[in-house]
């Protein structure tokens, strides 16, 4: 096999590790658990520290293990270089604890996951400025942004209310004003869209969801996808420009939202993950139709008051989703109509597990403003569109007859 031709999306994750050459032939990259790495020549260690050559030292900073999944996920995204770390929010904090300073100011959509929602909460305490937009319209973002904006942060697909960010044109405004684009991809992952298409310059993964897919490890990873330029990023230290210009902002984030934040991938999990990519595709593939089967039962069920997916062609961004996505991902969201109870609803789910993850191959469900969302309030639920009834699920690989069949039990005991 040759590193040359283009494979295809699976092909390419199942036999990238080989492309290598593996140890001892194994067809797995195998776990490697030290901590260290030794050199017989104490100037090679030297000048790999130096970063004047290639190889490891610490396991914080990363190990052949973590490498070989970086790898895969870069060539998922088609990247220039990727960095994996201990979860999702590691990878979006070492964002903000690289690249951001007091005084800057970032444009994020308020349609968050609730994590990254918080954590925007902790950057305002410590001197940034954010301001939070409906990012379904380009105009918006637009208007948000000032002098200092540094970053201007999307989801694909929002979780949990499945608001399809104005992907394209953001990215255009972005290029436009030199502005970093972060877009979190957890939703989409590279199998439906590649955020490298619409301009992103950085990606995020939370690879916790469906790329390990099983629900058996955290893990999360930032793509540099090369649409960026760095030299017009203010915050770039000096160290950090010893390497090409295409590599400086990974190379100040594996120092200081790696290193220094420590929020790496063990190796265990990083090998969970790269067996659970390879199967993305067919995981998608699968639980998509399911959740499109989902959608379209309960938005014919007459308990139902209102139910979200970008499958659905009552959505508002319907349009854009089937543009850009491949398929409109494996989350939807809905809302019972007055009088039935969530809880008693959720009760009577056999199949469907109340539990909090997202794109696990069993499908769950939670009750969104009494858990993941409990924690902000309901006024700002309110901005952010989360009913209190809302109802989100994460479709599973179960067999589609079986999960429609839960579905409408439940309903049908209510
Ligand atoms: C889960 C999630 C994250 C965080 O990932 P963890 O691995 O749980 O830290 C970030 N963004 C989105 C959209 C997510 O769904």
Redesign the pocket.
């Known amino acids: 096999m040759n590193d040359k031709k283009n494979y295809g999306f699976t092909t390419t994750i199942l036999h990238n590790d080989r492309l290598k050459g593996i140890e001892h032939g194994s067809l797995h990259k195998p776990v490697h658990t030290s901590v260290a790495f030794g050199y017989a020549d104490a100037r090679q260690l030297a000048s790999v520290f130096q970063g004047k050559e290639p190889g490891f030292r610490y396991g914080r900073q990363g190990n052949p293990t973590i490498s070989a999944l970086e790898d895969k996920v870069n060539k998922m995204e088609q990247g220039v270089g990727t960095l994996c770390f201990?979860?999702?929010?590691?990878?979006?904090g070492a964002v903000f604890q690289g690249l951001l300073r007091a005084g800057d100011h970032v444009v994020s959509s308020s349609f968050?996951?609730g994590?990254?929602n918080s954590l925007w909460q902790t950057t305002m305490a410590q001197g940034v400025g954010v301001s939070f937009v409906d990012a379904t319209d380009v105009a918006n973002v637009e208007a948000a942004i000032t002098g200092q904006t540094r970053v201007v942060f999307v989801?694909t697909i929002?979780?949990p209310r499945t608001q399809v960010a104005d992907l394209q044109r953001i990215g255009e405004l972005c290029k436009a004003r030199g502005i970093l684009y972060i877009v979190?991809n957890?939703?989409t992952t590279p199998y439906l869209f590649r955020p490298k298409s619409v301009g992103a310059g950085l990606v995020?993964n939370?690879?916790?969801?469906s790329i390990g897919g099983h629900g058996n490890a955290?893990?999360?990873s930032l793509t540099d996808t090369g649409a960026y330029d760095w030299t017009s990023f203010p915050n770039i230290y000096e160290n950090y420009k010893k390497v090409a210009p295409a590599q400086w902002g990974l190379a100040q984030i594996r120092a200081k939202g790696l290193r220094d934040f420590g929020a790496s991938l063990g190796p265990e999990a990083a090998h969970h993950i790269a067996v659970g990519a390879e199967t993305l595709a067919l995981r998608m593939e699968r639980t998509c139709a399911n959740a499109q089967a989902l959608a379209e039962m309960l938005e014919a069920d007459e308990r139902v008051a209102a139910v979200h997916y970008p499958g659905l062609a009552s959505h508002p961004q319907h349009g854009i989703s089937s543009e850009l996505f491949r398929k409109h991902g494996s989350l939807l969201s809905f809302e019972l109509k007055d009088g039935i109870d969530c809880f008693d609803f959720l009760n009577r789910l056999k199949l469907a597990i109340p539990a909090s993850?997202?794109?696990d191959t069993r499908t769950l469900v939670i009750p969104v403003a009494h858990t993941i969302f409990y924690e902000m309030g309901a006024e700002r639920r309110a901005s952010m569109g989360i009913a209190e009834s809302l109802i989100r699920v994460s479709v599973g690989i179960e067999d589609t007859d079986d999960l429609l069949d839960d579905f409408a039990c439940a309903l049908e005991a209510c």
């Open positions: 201990a979860t999702g929010m590691g990878a979006i968050l996951f994590n990254t989801e929002a979780n979190d957890t939703m995020v939370a690879l916790t969801k955290l893990g999360g993850n997202l794109g």
